[in-house]
């Protein structure tokens, strides 16, 4: 059995496994409107300008604003209503001084109009309207180019699409986007104690748990996750299963770098290719193993539950969302009073999980091979490595997953 | 032209709109791997116990506890090798007393072993084990069902599957589990002037992006968005599309809700069903509508984009995440200082967007009209309907979207 050599810290391992990412080049043209979430992989210039044309902003009388000046509540202006105009339809006529047509919000500005009257300022009697209150020109209008103006650059490279940007490209008429490819991440379950979900499960075996979850996390950070089949622990199985989970972007195994006689995960990718480290001061999750075969990362996570989806949470996850071309996530954070002592390991960065009560964070956390653990929690506090000792009712931040 | 009779609060109009909401009751089967962000229609009761037998939690001997009572580092008791047991194997070998078996982590203890001395603590010569320090019983074990014990409730109805939630499915043999099926929400572009994306833009028209946008919303706070064809501002095209919405849980129409001489949708809803409410002490978003029409609600937002979205993100997103049976959106809040001096409405709570840049909140606000007003926001600040001044440099809390 080999132990780790030396340990490296948190901030350390995850400088290095962000370091070692290279965002993917690939790009693929998606529907707009299957867009959401899905990170630009080209700028936006306008093809043309939003509102296409000078719109009314007011239900009310599109005017010559210099026909309004002096009009006032005991000293009206009236107008002749020459026409009348809804949203959709272009109205042939133009609008001289002295006359008016109605409009409505929406709606394209007649020729010679330079402003609406709100209707609220007016009133009608049949072909007359009394202005009551002068407008400037321009007033009530918005102006063809004023929310997006021909030529302009509207979103940039790298912007992730929510519904406004979506409402953005739609405005522009466009039906079809250029977006960067998702990462394909293999997720490799190993361990010769491992029984897929669905068959039987024999004497001395657990069903395989990990690769779902990790899945799940690879999936809600905007991978396509490859779930493949279980392998052994042994050399020539994982050698054939990691090359073979080399046509993916990212290649995450669980179970199997732990420091036991059946740790050949270790070998194995010294053999492929090399280590970039294998073993964090991180608790739980320290058996991890992060290494480069063929240009591709390859990341072992502990095959014990709650170990294997910390470093899933703060390893995995920001690396395939570097890779994705995704932000950082910016988890949220609430303050809360621990529930009771924790005993912590110095030299170790712990992540404990809890569940908030009544603004009290009570740890969940039974061992790293309780799933449970992870399944209970809302988040976890960090206990820093020079930190051995949290006193109940002191006050922690909760990161929420 | 038809004014608003009174508005509503903003507080009582989302109490109506949330209030009327029947969580959908429909459930389906899904695979475990699919299950991320879906919940649980059942509570789930352990058929099994996890683990599933007494297994090491350390690499090392399985050995009986009393056997290793009184060693030391200078007086270790030495106790004779009988067997070795990997993860997934089943030794058939009884440890009796004065002897040992090899063990790795997770693999099942033999029978007669009641506790783990861990390899650190033992020196190994031949088919002789020395212990050098006493273990008590159950020591660097995981007793069966200590992660989940048989017929425990790991999981209540209502509980959103998140990545630990689907490891504890697949850790019991799930392959499938009971969702609520996603609420379908018809969305219903309405306007003559509106022209759908990948068609010409005619004269006077602007093409449709607030379905695209409203749709995204949908989505993301977990309902199916069923975008529908443009509509015709006309009472019999919105009668005869509303009727056809209505096989879906949700109708949400965008623009027609103003007062406007066009505005045909209050007297559809009338006709067809009932009014909860026309008109909500908001800005933007003010003339949003909402009906109730054969037991489903008919929410009418605003054609202006901004208008558009701000009623999606702060009425039609509460009201899908409970008829989907998801907690209500806990948004984060970052704390800013504002740019610059904002006048609000007195009687309206306004959204004002803003983005963010070194901790300042810029307002990006146009005008209602305005598409891009959404694009570059990353949230709001909430201006509350009795404060009319925002002095530049005061601190505001910007809802994230």
Chains 1, 2 share one sequence.
Not at 232 to 243: F, G, M, R, V, Y
Not at 245 to 272: C, H, P, T, Y
Not at 360 to 369: D, L, M, N, Y
Request: proline share 5%; glycine share 8%; aromatic share 6%.
């Amino acid at each position: 059995m080999r132990p780790f050599k030396s340990l490296i810290s948190f901030e350390e391992a995850q400088k290095i496994a962000l370091d070692a990412i290279n965002p993917i080049s690939r790009t693929e043209k998606v529907k707009v409107q299957d867009s959401i979430n899905r990170v630009l992989a080209t700028g936006i210039q306008a093809q043309m300008a939003v509102p296409p044309f000078d719109r009314a902003a007011m239900d009310g009388y599109a005017v010559l604003a210099s026909d309004t000046f002096g009009s006032g509540r005991f000293d009206p202006k009236v107008l002749k209503l020459v026409g009348s105009v809804h949203a959709g339809e272009v109205l042939n006529v133009e609008v001289n001084q002295g006359q008016c047509v109605e409009i409505a919000t929406g709606a394209k500005i007649p020729k010679g109009a330079d402003s609406v009257v709100m209707i609220e300022d007016t009133e009608r009697e049949n072909h007359e309207v009394k202005v009551f209150k002068p407008v400037y020109p321009q007033a009530n209008m918005s102006l063809s180019g004023s929310d997006i103006s021909e030529g302009e650059m509207v979103l940039n490279e790298n912007e992730v699409l929510g519904p406004g940007k979506i409402g953005v490209l739609t405005s522009l008429g466009l039906e079809y986007v250029k977006v960067y490819e998702k990462p394909k991440v293999a997720i490799i379950p190993t361990g010769n104690e491992v029984a897929e979900v669905g068959d039987d499960l024999k004497d001395g075996q657990v069903f395989n748990s990990n690769s779902y979850a990790l899945s799940a996390i690879a999936k809600e950070n905007g991978a396509i996750p490859m779930r493949m089949g279980i392998v052994e622990d042994t050399q020539d199985s994982l050698k054939s299963a990691i090359k073979k989970a080399l046509s993916n972007d990212f290649v995450v195994l669980s179970g199997g770098s732990s420091v036991g006689e059946r740790d050949v995960l270790v070998d194995v990718v010294e053999e492929l290719g090399e280590i970039l480290f294998h073993g964090v001061q991180v608790k739980p999750g320290k058996p991890l193993l992060l290494g480069q075969v063929e240009k591709k990362l390859v990341l072992g996570t502990p095959g014990y539950p709650t170990a294997c989806l910390i470093d899933g949470y703060v390893f995995m996850a920001p690396m395939i969302r570097k890779l994705a071309h995704l932000p950082a996530i910016q988890r949220q954070k609430v303050k809360a009073k621990i529930s009771r002592r924790v005993v912590s390991t110095l030299g170790r960065q712990q992540f404990l999980t809890v569940r908030l009560e009544n603004g009290e964070a009570i740890p969940v956390f039974k061992e790293s091979g309780a799933i449970t653990s992870m399944a209970e929690a809302v988040g976890f506090v960090e206990i820093p490595a020079n930190v051995d000792l949290v006193e109940k009712g002191d006050s922690v931040e909760v990161v929420l997953f």
